[in-house]
């Protein structure tokens, strides 16, 4: 019989069975977006990802995960122009956060500790070529032999590296953290052939009998302009002067050196020539500070060491140890031009740092593939006209820079890779941006960046070492926990602890959440108080 | 090399958790096995802040006490939303008599625990404004005067939300309500009314009181924590923004409790004895045009007719509650727990 209280008809029941979901009109979803520094990315790592790990203290993973993409973080972390910091949403909040630091510590973490490069891949059995070792060829045959195929190397120079050895002055990138990167990619079996300069390339292949051909001969040579000289002056290219700095044999310059050209090249000549003993280095710049191509870092460092600088200068003629510089002025377009007056200035050598141009001889002697304004021309795959022959790095339409030439690299393989197993590359859709409106800042707290140590300057003016310091372990961390893992869930909680419903599960030990639409009510507060923007709100179908 | 302290900065530090703070340092709600106090099923509206307040704080009470809690409800939204007869949101022993004598109950509740010799098991007395300021004034303040030992939340929506949005006296100046219309000269409820009850608690000498928001919630939950090392006597003051009452939209509950806090408008501290031991400082300073625009009931101070000086009125109780409890500081605001240094 009825065993309940007086007045009472039924039992008690749970609000579960009270299936608030079907009031919803929208719902909330989790998805991944793309952080923006990944996007920046020329060498396409996924940086929020390798940070995720470093967060954690795991440097193995972090490193792991960024080898993924690029195999030189210690190279990167030191001359990458890190586009990502520019891109990074925390520049909103406070500052960007120093991811490049970061890299570099793990970079040097794994060489410490003797971290290998993943293994090969299985033989395929496909041979690939691959001219030039410079970053663009060696991330080539990086990627290459994890897919398993077969690569030789072949670089004119008597070492690997290309303008990462014979561009990039010592104190940027000291040779031993160069040579050690490099070895290690060498180490997974790729076939090296150096002092060799190809001379025909559809000659090589055949003899070979290679499936595919990867060009990233750079762009080696100096531009020249014609300037007025006399016979006793002396007049060099910055590519040249570095190259020859490179090679321990470094030409005299004398006391006075002036170098003309406003990019990082001319700022490499002009610190390399104030560590070879140069009193004066002066760069002479046609336009004003502000308009110099060169990264404001590098041009810092460079007027610390004491390098002066002449911006709105062109140099009209060069007479034994004088040189003439004509003064210039912005016009209404903001374009220099000349005011007829000149200025006499002493100078030992002028070096020319005006830009570099690709050794085309190898490709017109070839004729099959095409060129274009000086630069070999690609399609998205990076394959050339010539079918089977692709190109990348400097000599292709692209920024110039050590960065550009690793995600070629990699871009490059995976043409290869395609085209030697004769299928097409599969394209994946780009995420949707993580941009700043996404996220809800409130949630990270204020901290500011570490600043990476720099070597004192009066021990910068004779030698080549390291200028710009790496970060400790305690401050590599705590920079890496300033990301603030944009679109991308770090498992915070706050889904899960701000649901007024309870809808948020907890799903454990993979740190994941699942919304229970059962009794999601579509509130939205989720999504509105996700730090990184990870939940969107989605209509639902009625 | 020198180290500079600085604040702990990990992402998600004022977030409810994060994977690598230790489980100290988590809060109860990033407890995937926390109590879930009041359940799913509830019929609160879409984005109501006094079904989150409620959770935070028993769950927190209930981690604090070992779960050995007894909830008493006054009538109000949070009881009519959570036990429709025959269903209850309660996962915990909950008891609910009349809109005002929840304080009286709960008196009665501790003295039986007290006759049982239970002192094991808490009370915890709750309601919402209308049951706390207005109706159950006189209660509450025999509560507090005898000294009982019953930790009494009030969740302050500012108004009888549930009955259709009539003026409580915890309703803010200005803000429009069915008995507060926007009609006449002064437009909204009166300036000058109302009950500012944290402060009339701490006149009663009692052991604690505190004010919190939904918004903070390391700061919610770590006043429960401490209201429960005291007997006697104590009061928690959450404010829990109301959707439907104050016309905000349903994902903005927590942004606009921030807000409250932000601006002043809604002081946070706490206080031992009649004595305030400890403020929330402001970490962005806000001014309240930014607050009032996301809710309908201050729509009419904005738009055609706007009237900026009532707004400058707000504003200038905000800059009084900022005085009074030295809300403003010039260090940057770090979260309650955690922090760390960095070599420089």
């Known amino acids: ?542 | 090399m020198t180290r500079r302290p600085i604040h702990f900065y990990q992402v998600g530090s004022f977030a409810v958790g994060n994977r690598l703070l230790s489980d100290g340092e988590r809060t109860v709600q990033s407890d995937a096995a926390r109590t879930n106090s009041i359940d799913s099923g509830h019929r609160a509206c879409q984005g109501c802040g006094e079904a989150l307040g409620a959770r935070y704080a028993l769950d927190a009470a209930m981690r604090a006490t070992g779960n050995r809690v007894v909830a008493v409800n006054a009538t109000g939204c949070l009881e009519v939303f959570s036990t429709p007869y025959p269903e209850t949101s309660w996962r915990i022993p909950w008891l609910h008599s009349l809109f005002g004598n929840a304080p009286a109950v709960a008196t009665g509740v501790a003295a039986a625990l007290r006759v049982k010799g239970r002192d094991d098991v808490r009370v915890v007395s709750q309601a919402g404004d209308g049951g706390t300021v207005d109706i159950g004034f006189g209660a509450l303040s025999g509560m507090f005067e005898r000294n009982d030992d019953v930790l009494f939340i009030c969740y302050d929506n500012e108004g009888y939300m549930n009955t259709g949005v009539q003026r409580s006296a915890a309703t803010p100046p200005a803000a429009r309500t069915a008995t507060t219309e926007v009609v006449g000269p002064h437009p909204g409820n009166a300036f000058g009314q109302g009950k500012d009850l944290p402060r009339i608690a701490m006149a009663h000498d009692v052991a604690y009181v505190a004010t919190a928001t939904v918004a903070d919630l390391h700061d919610l939950e770590a006043k429960v924590e401490r209201a429960m090392q005291f007997r006697g006597a104590r009061y928690l003051h959450i404010l829990v923004p109301c959707p439907l009452g104050w016309g905000s939209d349903s994902s903005e509950t927590i942004h606009v409790a921030r807000l409250a806090k932000e601006t002043g408008l809604f002081p946070v501290f706490e206080a031992e004895y009649g004595v305030v031991t400890s403020v929330s400082k402001i970490r962005r300073v806000t001014p309240v045009e930014e607050y009032l625009k996301l809710q309908r009931r201050f729509a009419h101070l904005f738009g055609k007719n706007p009237r900026p000086d009532i707004v400058t009125h707000l504003q200038e109780i905000a800059n009084r509650n900022i005085e009074r409890y030295g809300l403003r500081d010039e260090e940057v605001v770090a979260p309650r727990h955690a922090r760390t240094e960095v070599e420089v």
Request: include cysteine; hydrophobic fraction near 40%.
């Open chain 1, 1 to 542: 019989m009825n065993k309940r209280p007086f007045a009472i008809t039924l039992d008690v029941g749970s609000s579960r069975a009270n299936h608030t979901g079907s009031w919803r009109v929208e719902r909330p979803v989790y998805v991944d977006r793309l952080p923006p520094c990944n996007n920046a990315c020329p060498a396409g790592e996924n940086i929020q990802g390798w940070l995720y790990e470093a967060e954690s203290g795991n440097y193995e993973a972090a490193w792991r995960a960024l080898v993924e993409e690029n195999p030189f973080p210690a190279i990167m972390g030191r001359i990458c122009f890190h586009p990502c910091e520019t891109a990074c949403n925390r520049v909103q909040v406070d500052e960007a956060v120093g991811i490049n630091a970061v890299e570099r510590f793990l970079g040097d973490y794994a060489l410490a500790h003797g971290l290998r490069l993943p293994h090969p891949g299985a033989a395929t059995g496909h041979r690939v070529l691959v001219v030039g070792a410079g970053p663009a060829g060696l991330s080539a045959a990086y990627h290459l032999r994890r897919m398993g195929h077969y690569v030789r190397l072949v670089d004119s120079s008597p070492k690997l590296g290309g303008m990462m050895r014979y561009g990039i002055p010592a104190y940027r990138l000291p040779r031993d953290v160069l040579d050690a990167e490099i070895a290690r990619v060498i180490d997974m079996g790729v076939d090296v052939v150096l002092d060799h300069n190809v001379q025909d390339i559809e000659r090589e292949r055949e003899l070979g009998n290679f499936d595919a051909v990867f060009l990233a001969v750079g762009a080696q040579l100096g531009k020249r302009v014609d300037i007025p000289a006399g016979d006793s002056s002396k007049i060099l290219d910055a590519v040249t002067f570095l190259h020859q700095v490179a090679d321990e044999r470094p030409p005299m310059l004398g006391r006075r050196v002036v170098v003309y050209g406003g990019g990082d090249t001319a700022l490499d000549a002009a610190r390399t020539a104030r560590r070879l003993g140069a009193t004066e280095a002066v760069i002479v710049y046609r336009r004003t500070q502000d308009q110099m191509p060169a990264h404001g870092e590098e041009l810092t460092q460079a007027l610390g060491e004491g390098v002066t600088l002449r911006w709105l200068s062109t140099i009209n003629q060069v007479d034994g140890d004088t040189i003439m510089i004509e003064k210039m002025r912005l016009n209404a377009e903001g374009f220099p031009e000349a005011t007829g007056e000149f200025e006499a200035l002493g100078a030992d050598a002028v070096v020319l740092a005006l830009g570099q141009e690709t050794d085309l001889t190898l490709l017109e002697r070839d004729g099959r593939v095409e060129v274009k304004d000086g630069v070999v021309q690609v399609a998205s795959d990076l394959m050339t006209s010539d079918r089977g022959v692709f190109a990348g790095g400097d000599a292709v339409p692209a920024n110039r820079t050590a960065t550009v030439a690793v995600g070629h690299g990699k871009k490059a393989a995976r043409g290869i890779d395609a085209f030697v197993r004769g299928v097409s590359v599969e394209s994946v859709a780009k995420h949707e941006l993580a941009s700043f409106e996404h996220l809800n800042t409130w949630y990270y707290s204020d901290a500011e960046r570490t600043q990476r140590p720099e070597l004192e300057k009066v021990r910068r003016q004779d030698n080549f070492e390291e200028v710009v310091l790496g970060l400790t372990e305690r401050n590599a961390l705590f920079e890496a926990r300033r990301c603030m893992s944009c679109g991308n869930c770090f498992e915070c909680d706050n889904c899960f602890g701000v649901c007024p419903d309870n809808a948020v599960m907890k799903l454990g030990a993979n740190g994941k959440y699942e919304i229970d639409y059962d009794f999601c009510k579509g509130c939205g507060i989720c999504a509105r108080e996700c730090p990184c923007g990870a939940i969107t709100m989605v209509p639902e179908l009625i």
